[in-house]
């Protein structure tokens, strides 16, 4: 429980922070507006009845501010938009309000905090996700410039598209109208500059997994099927300390626990939450489709075992018997294989939750 004499709300924006701060021994409630100047609501803050607590909604912002709180020895809570208690028949909503609202939850110590993640964390992260949305707009760019020689009946006749192959098959079209082959040459020409881009992501990413302090839990991770490099250190920076977590619940963190509206003597379960790390939802769903296939571990798992612990490695070993047997059994039940992988997928990630927090 905590305990604090001045309990502090602020609604942050990127240009105004409105502050509401809560005497706990005199019930004087402390209003007040600047702008964007994280320097000038510390010093304010401290200027306060102490000891004081602060809170704000995660978001946009980032977490600069409550660095800088925690620097200045100021307890700061980041808390998790989607926990908050609103008022069901609260119909205005100001800064003012709302930073009344947040200093309220605060002092009763109903806030849902988020982890604050380090520097070094929040800038792998921005990488990671710099290169996932590098890889839409690639797939983005690649869906234009085939639709655009369709639409025209071109078609190309070979195995797999995006080879090398298929590139030397593009260079060579050529079209009568100007305005077209202008149209197909910027399409390629974007497909190229975002490839380029997503390469030397990967290879920034690839060093950063064997030379910063995640490379060991992305080698223990890479002892499961479906989790390469790339994916490992995704999954690595998104969840960030897996000591928080268990087995069971890592798997509500990343939103793929079903939904559930009990009541009385009724149970009703529906769809997963999907809240969570997005991100890290998406790199496990695509991860366990790999455990659909027959398991044989081939000389690229043999390697990656190799690199890590032998431990890691049988543990590893183990999970990927388990997934794929966990797949013949709903393929047995004649499971829809969306929803088989997402069970796959929850189970999953307690596997990389298990391998992540075991020691080196």
Known sequence: MRIQRTSVGLDVHARSVVACAI????????????????????????SLPQPAAVTYEA?????????????????????????????????????????????????????VAVAVPSIEQETARDLVRAREDNRGELMAARHRLSKLLLRHGIIYDGK????????????????????????????????????????RLDAIIEQMATTSDYAPVVRRLGCLRGISTLTGFGL??????????????????????????????????????????T?????????AWHHRKA???????QARWAA???LAASRGDDGNRRLHHKWQHF?????????????????????CWSLAVMPD
């Open 23 to 46: 005497d706990e021994d005199t019930g004087e409630v402390l209003r007040h507006r600047f702008g964007y100047d994280p320097a000038a609501v510390v010093e304010w803050v401290r």
């Open 59 to 111: 978001g946009p912002t980032g977490f600069a501010l409550a660095r800088l709180f925690t620097a200045s020895g100021i307890e700061c809570v980041v808390a998790a938009p989607s926990k908050l208690q609103r008022p069901v028949g609260d119909r205005v909503k100001t800064d003012a309000r709302d930073a009344m609202h947040l200093a309220r939850l605060l002092r009763l110590g109903e806030i």
């Open 160 to 199: 797999q598209a995006w080879t090398g192959a298929h590139d030397a098959w593009l260079r060579r079209q050529r079209f009568d109208h100007a305005g077209l082959q202008a149209a197909f040459d910027a399409d390629y020409e974007a497909v190229q500059q975002v490839r380029a881009r997503k390469d």
């Open 236 to 277: 690595a920076v998104e969840i960030g300390n897996w000591e928080r977590f268990t087995g069971s619940s890592i798997g509500a963190f990343v939103g793929l626990v079903p939904s559930e509206h009990s009541s009385g003597q009724s149970r009703s379960q529906g769809s997963i939450t999907k809240t969570g790390n």
């Open 279 to 287: 991100h890290a939802r998406r790199l496990l769903v695509e991860a």
């Open 295 to 301: 398991y044989r571990p081939g000389a690229v798992m």
């Open 308 to 310: 890590a612990p032998s």
């Open 331 to 351: 393929t047995a039940r004649k499971k829809r294989p969306t929803i088989a992988n997402v069970a796959i997928a929850r189970e999953l990630a307690g596997w």
